[in-house]
């Protein structure tokens, strides 16, 4: 948010002021913070303290001499430099009174103008585009000087650092044509660009900034815009005159009313400052200072400005100076981005690319847009990393440069055929990571899926696996994949899918766990599903009935406790329902262990869950109560093996389900023995760890004795590898 | 795979010294440290932060102030009054000066690396001209009263500001005379108590940064000789004090072992109005933290509670992952324990002298986990003195036993050691061999008849023992091409044929030891090596780098395994590679040639060759997981590391025959106990 705060005059101008000769020529920063030197086109230099809005010296030539160069403080040595009469140079201090007296050299070309750095002593441009810095011109105040731009003429330059290195960038024009011209001092280069031509609208003002190496030029143009023009400096090639393009970065209009701009300054990377004057249809004309935030567009703050303004801004430490009337006017301003970054001191430079796995959603939306492709950036980022852990990654990551762009190939395999197409896009995605690597491969997904909904024939299964399983992909970067899956049955694949995307939609999870019941345990023998997940406490191998037996760690075995309580009921029916065999095959358990695992929000299930079928949700609710006994069998309460679902995941969908279609299970006869047989276990379960929880104290105890014999010295113990 | 019996050793009394001093080196990117006993170590942090060089203490040289000087030489100071350069390819002291100031408390060079001035016991500060192959008293500063605790160069090179105590000083170089005295405990209301300035730094703007024992940061303008900033961080002193290169961040250590991050913020974003700003509190030392030092990307601190912790800066890394991670190092990146395998027997290392004891044994056999009654305790032999001043570097007992051997920076002693029953006789071997010392390590081969001397330049010597109690000087083995560095690791066949040495810039050289000739050397590999050894059936020779990649080098073929070239293949596991202590130990079971032990710090891994790697999506450490399942399922999820994390922090691990492990242990509660109590803070209430 830029606001402009109080204003004050510094000094009046014309009689009793300075600028007798016809108004300011430039203002400079003076030697120290919170000073300004200002030059009238008359023969005077004064040096303010602005807060003070006080004159601390005044230094003028000679009747019959004009200075022509604005009046720079030389940072290194605090003494002032000015120009009289395009050729005599002045240097003084602060406290010489008389110019007449100080040192005095006469060079043989015509000064444009003196720039003069913080650190790094002045340079002198020649209006023949010459530049030299201020000691070596010193040294011989006669040498001559090259006339590097013939007939053009000069409109406006400026100095900046690069590093450690002055940069002086100057603007020209000749027959309506504009040049610039950067030359790098220590180097010693110079390049020449030209301005792409606008066809009848002119630059009027110009100003730059520097920043990672980059110079980037603003332009105001006459049909009220500013343009943006970027020029590398790290450019060796001498290729002759290059053309600069330019983007337009702010159109100065409000609401009908246009600004004519007349000068500009830049604040900060978002904000600029304009002074011209507003023209609203109908209305007369009214001259303002405004700023805008070329980020939004948006005119942030605007003041009008009644008496006139000789059309000249300066800004320096968060002030502007303009003349206003007949005095200099002050105003303050404040220009706040105001973030938590910034406070923390985390705030990153934007230019040095982060390596992210995120997404740019900006670059690839569709099929059609260009992605900025560029395989050796992204090499570079990869080797960026000091201690290089050597890994397969590596390996794979052969880059090809490609000039194509993902968009484009995508739209050049439209209409290939399904071999191709999948050939071409296994090399596609066996590329290296880019940048927008992952939007791409959802680009592919999608290509692939309508392809497979226009033609229902085709459905490359073995292909669509492959990238789920390889890719980090999401469900919303390809959310087509998942209704195609479920439309085909292809269960692995949703398996894959449940375990991988972070962000399935509870109707989707539904109709997986909808389909993942229906289908027939038969049907599933035949289809490859990743069994991990059930292969530790489900015996795969079918032909093997044996039940393991393990020493019961906590406490409680199931069998016992029942027999105890339903001692009429056969043993045999018990087990069944009871949870020692699997209800569901391997193949079906994985699949039910995959819905287990995903994540889910309560309220935007249950209106689903509560639609499945009876007979399914009492197999469900069989296969938890399985679960749930298999898990409870341990002391830490965890199922074996990798991706098996945690104790909490079963029971919040054990109330899930029951919460669903109580009213049902009530009613249901086949239910009522699971229901009661869970209750019965549940209700063991809690009297166990209230019992547990009655002697927490001497287990403590127990586990301190178990920690004190531990410090012993010396024990021989029997360690089992497997 | 099978049931071990593990000797469970934690009576291995090692007490590490803490960390008195640190030194970056930005450029080569090493950290010298100093120890309280007056080591120094190079920790290379290209390697994978690894411990590259040990240069063992002295009674009577202590170390105050460390400093890399132009790059690649580092000198040493301290209370002996003595300045000492450092060989970092020998390991040794190469020269020192007398200060000639009395003690001293502080030294630093300049940016130019052509001057060092220290501060002494006497008040003085001098200048050394920094010469080749040496340094030469240049001239004294004004001299006052009060010791100088510690100086900070401008980095212009003109000024050095050295504080002492109430007081610090501002010198011009040039004219040597003080320029500027600050009192710094003006600004206290009634001091009673005197205020030590402990810690300095002069940054290029000419604020001079303090830290003193009143817990403050201080920022003083020296040409005014006014306070600019005053920050309170601690209720007791701030010990040190680190301004990183670009002097935008400073750390400090304080002594109730926090330390925290200063960090010159603008005091509004895009506001060129900047100031110091506390931002960041760490509290990773118990005891006091002597020594900070700020490198490009990490806060390190050292202290006395020996820990050396580098605490990656996360905004400075691009990269959020294993680099982001923090590193503690307690123990030392080497071995201190040999073990004589078929005595049963263990030789400890202490910095002045060695121990030797006798495992304990059972009769009983059980199941996992199970602590069995022992029939016999262990018992402590011998224990071996040092004489003189000098720290042990290495020591080494026969797999018999009855040869132990050290060595100091200077003497190399060997013993004969004979059991009668339950008497113990220990002999000194006279005249051993006059050799080129300090040697790095001690190897003796498998039948004890010969002891592999580790020594500098990459040479090995070889001594014949002599039955009853003598020894030759048999060979002395040289890598063909010269080197300059010391071998520090060494490992000799089973079979008495092959010698692999490694040498300080990590080439591994592999010698004929019937023909006394080099045999080959082993590809270079662009990381420091931690620990290798010759398998005793297959003669491969198994290296363990410190990016924790493992390599298995065929010798007679010359040439790496097929199976070394499948891990290269397909990679380590992720978890693996993630570890952040070296593989300090290797050795392998005879009885089951597949198998490579290997231990670091924090675990002990059965390599089992026969058994396909893990990929990454499996789970690494997974004994536990395993214990859980059937025998047939348990098929499907084996993989070839077995990886035990029971026992830490490990500091030794070996192979004593077919199923019986020792593992020595050193619990952190049992050396803390040992150190002097820290600060008592107050947890609770007020």
């Known amino acids: 948010m830029a606001v402009l705060c109080g204003s004050f005059t510094l000094c009046g101008l014309g009689p009793g002021g300075v600028g007798v000769g016809g108004g300011l020529l430039a203002l400079e920063p003076g030697p120290d913070p919170d000073h300004v030197l200002l030059t009238d086109r008359g023969r005077t230099a004064t040096l303010f303290k602005v807060s003070d809005q006080k004159p601390l010296g005044c ?18 040595t605090h003494e002032y430099v000015a120009v009289h009469d395009d050729k005599v140079l002045r240097i003084w201090k602060n406290t010489d009174i008389n110019l007449d007296k100080v040192f005095k050299a006469t060079l043989s070309a015509d000064v444009f103008r003196i720039h003069s750095l913080p650190c790094g002593g002045p340079m002198v441009l020649f209006k023949g585009g010459g530049v030299r810095t201020l000691d070596v011109l010193l040294e011989a105040p006669q040498q001559e000087i090259e006339n590097i731009i013939s007939d053009e003429v000069i409109k406006w330059s400026e100095a900046f650092m690069d590093g450690q290195q002055p940069v002086l960038i100057f603007a020209t024009e000749k027959d309506g044509d504009f040049f610039v011209y950067v030359q790098k001092l220590k180097t010693n280069s110079l390049h020449k660009y030209k301005l792409e031509q606008q066809e009848l609208y002119k630059p009027l003002s110009f100003t730059a900034y520097i920043k990672n190496q980059i110079i980037t030029l603003l332009c105001l143009y006459s049909n009220d815009s500013v343009y943006k023009v970027l020029i590398p400096l790290q450019q060796n090639s001498e290729e002759g005159e290059q053309i600069l393009s330019k983007s337009q970065l702010l159109k100065l209009s409000v609401s009908g009313s246009v600004l004519k701009g007349t000068s500009f300054v830049v604040l900060d990377k978002d904000h600029v400052a304009v002074l011209g004057s507003l023209v609203a249809p109908g209305e ?76 740019n959603w900006n670059t690839l939306t569709d099929e059609e847009l260009v992605v900025s492709f560029q395989p050796q950036q992204s090499v570079a980022l990869k080797s960026e990393s000091k201690m290089t852990l050597r890994s397969k990654r590596n390996s794979i990551a052969k880059v090809q440069p490609d000039p194509l762009s993902v968009g484009q190939i995508l739209l050049s395999l439209k209409d290939t055929s399904t071999t191709v197409l999948e050939d071409e896009l296994r090399q596609l995605i ?83 766990l909808k389909v993942f019941l229906s289908i027939s345990e038969a049907c599933l023998q035949r289809i490859d599903v990743n069994l991990e997940s059930v292969s530790c406490y489900i015996d795969t191998e079918f032909n093997n009935k044996e039940v393991k037996t393990e020493i019961v760690e906590n406490g409680f075995n199931a069998e016992l406790e029942q027999d105890i309580r339903n001692t009429k009921m056969t043993k045999e029916t018990h087990l069944t329902a009871g949870g020692s065999f699997c209800p569901v095959g391997p193949q079906k358990a994985a699949l039910l262990n995959a819905v287990l695992h995903s994540a889910y929000s309560e309220a935007f299930l249950l209106p689903h869950l509560k639609n499945l079928p009876a007979q399914q949700v009492v197999l469900f609710l069989r296969y938890l109560y399985y679960l749930y006994v298999k898990s409870s069998e341990k002391i830490n309460t965890t199922l074996p093996g990798i991706r098996s679902p945690t104790i909490s995941q079963i029971m919040d969908w054990m109330c899930l389900l029951l919460d669903a279609h109580f009213t049902v299970m009530v009613m249901l006869p086949e239910a009522k023995e699971l229901l009661s047989n869970l209750h019965k276990f549940v209700r063991a379960q809690v009297r166990f760890y209230s019992e547990l929880n009655k002697i927490e104290g001497s287990l403590r105890e127990l586990q301190r004795l178990n920690n004190q014999k531990d410090s012993q010295t010396y024990s021989i113990e029997v360690l089992e590898l497997i | 795979m099978g049931e071990f019996e593990v000797h469970r050793v934690r009576f291995f009394g090692l007490v590490p010294a803490g960390v008195r001093c640190l030194a970056y080196q930005p450029r080569g990117g090493r950290l010298a440290l100093g120890r309280t006993d007056g080591a120094v170590e190079v920790y290379n942090f290209a390697a994978n932060y690894f411990q590259e060089k040990v240069i063992p203490g002295h009674e009577a040289r202590s170390v105050e102030a460390l400093c890399w000087v132009t790059g690649d030489r580092l000198f040493g100071a301290g209370l002996g009054g003595e300045i000492s350069e450092y060989d970092l390819s020998r390991l040794c002291v190469s020269h020192s000066v007398d200060g000639g100031g009395g003690p ?41 009263k009060g010791r100088i605790l510690c100086l900070s160069w401008h980095p212009s090179d003109t000024h050095i500001a050295a504080g002492s105590i109430d007081i610090l000083r501002v010198f011009d170089v040039s004219s040597g005379q003080t320029i500027q005295r600050i009192m710094v405990n003006y600004h206290v209301h009634k001091v009673k108590r005197e205020c030590i300035v402990w810690s300095i730094a002069f940054l290029s703007s000419g604020t001079v940064v303090t830290s003193d024992s009143f817990g403050r940061v201080q920022f003083w303008d020296w040409e005014r000789g006014t306070l600019l900033e ?158 003189g001043p000098e720290h042990i570097y290495c020591s080494c007992i026969s797999p018999c036993g009855s040869w132990v051997a050290y060595s100091t920076a200077s003497r190399f002693h060997l013993y004969r050691v004979q059991y009668e029953g339950d008497s113990v006789s220990v002999k000194k071997v006279p005249k051993v061999p006059k050799l080129l010392l300090p040697a790095c390590q001690l190897q003796f081969c498998a039948d004890s008849n010969s002891l592999f001397v580790a020594a500098a330049q990459g040479s090995v010597h070889v001594l014949q023992l002599l039955e009853p109690g003598g020894c030759t000087h048999l060979h002395t083995l040289q890598p063909p091409s010269g080197c300059p560095e010391a071998v520090y690791l060494l490992a000799v066949s089973t079979d008495g044929h092959w010698l692999a040495a490694v040498s300080g810039d990590w080439a591994i050289h592999i010698y004929n030891l019937k023909s006394f000739k080099h045999h080959c050397t082993v590809p270079t590999y662009n990381c420091a090596v931690t620990a290798i050894a010759i398998h005793p059936i297959t003669n491969n020779l198994v290296i363990a780098y410190s990016d924790q990649q493992l390599f298995e080098f065929n010798i007679p073929e010359k040439q790496y395994t097929a199976w070394s070239r499948t891990v290269q ?56 997981t395993l214990k859980q399942l059937p025998e047939t399922a348990r098929q499907r999820q084996l993989h070839a590391f077995k990886i035990c994390k029971k026992f830490q922090p490990l500091l030794f691990a070996d192979l004593l025959d077919e199923n019986c492990l020792v593992m020595v242990e050193r619990p952190i509660m049992d050396f803390k106990t040992q150190l002097p109590l820290p600060i008592q803070q107050k947890k609770f209430g007020t």
């Open chain 2, 569 to 624: 293949n397909q990679g380590l596991h992720k978890v693996w590679l993630e570890r952040d202590s070296p593989i300090t130990h290797i050795t392998f079971n005879p009885k089951n040639p597949s198998h490579i032990l290997l231990h670091d710090t924090y675990m002990f891994c059965v390599l089992d060759k026969s058994l396909p790697l893990p990929d990454n999506s499996a789970l690494l450490m997974n004994q536990s």
């Open chain 1, 59 to 76: 230094w003028s030539v000679k009747h019959g001499q004009i200075i022509t160069c604005p009046v720079v403080c030389n940072f290194e």
């Open chain 1, 430 to 512: 066996s590329k290296a990571r880019m940048p927008d690597f992952q939007a791409s491969i959802g680009c592919v997904i999608t290509t692939l899926i309508n392809r497979c909904k226009t033609n229902p024939k085709y459905y490359p299964q073995n292909f669509l696996l492959q990238i789920v399983q390889t890719q980090d992909l999401s469900y919303s970067l390809c959310p087509d994949l998942m209704a195609v899956a479920l439309e085909k049955k292809d269960v692995h694949l949703l398996q894959i899918c449940l375990q991988r995307f972070p962000d399935i939609p509870e109707e989707i999870t539904y109709a997986c």
């Open chain 2, 104 to 144: 001293i408390w502080s030294m630093a060079a300049n940016s130019s690396g052509t001057q060092l001035a220290i501060g002494c016991e006497d008040g003085s500060v001098k200048l050394f001209q920094v010469v080749p192959g040496g340094i030469q008293f240049e001239r004294n500063l004004d001299r006052r």
């Open chain 1, 284 to 359: 007369e004309s009214k001259e303002c200072l405004t700023i805008w935030n070329t980020k939004f567009q948006t005119l942030q703050t605007s003041k009008e400005l009644p008496l006139a303004t000789s059309g000249q801004l300066w800004c320096y430490e968060e002030k502007f100076f303009f003349t206003h009337g007949k005095v200099l006017t002050v105003i303050m301003y404040k220009c706040e981005t105001s973030s938590l970054a910034a406070a923390v001191g985390k705030h990153k430079d934007s230019q040095t690319p982060d390596v992210s796995s995120f997404v």
């Open chain 2, 230 to 387: 005053s920050h309170t961080v601690s209720t007791s002193a701030v010990l040190s004090l680190s301004v990183s290169e670009e002097e935008d961040s400073i750390v400090v250590g304080t002594s109730t072992g926090a330390t925290y991050q200063f960090q010159l913020l603008p005091v509004k974003m895009g506001s060129l109005e900047k100031r110091w700003v506390r931002t960041k509190p760490f509290q990773h030392h118990t005891h006091d933290v002597r020594a900070v030092a700020h490198s490009s990307t990490a806060l390190i601190s050292g202290g006395l509670d020996a820990q050396l912790v580098i605490r990656p800066l996360m905004e400075k890394i691009q990269k959020k992952s294993y680099e982001a991670a923090l590193r503690k190092f307690t123990f030392p990146h080497r071995r201190l324990v040999s073990c004589a395998r078929k005595a049963r027997l263990l030789l400890f290392q202490f910095s002045q002298h060695l121990e030797l004891w006798r495992l304990g044994s059972t009769d009983e056999t059980g199941k996992d986990g199970e602590v069995l009654p022992l029939r016999r305790m262990p018992e402590h032999l011998v224990q071996l003195k040092s004489k």
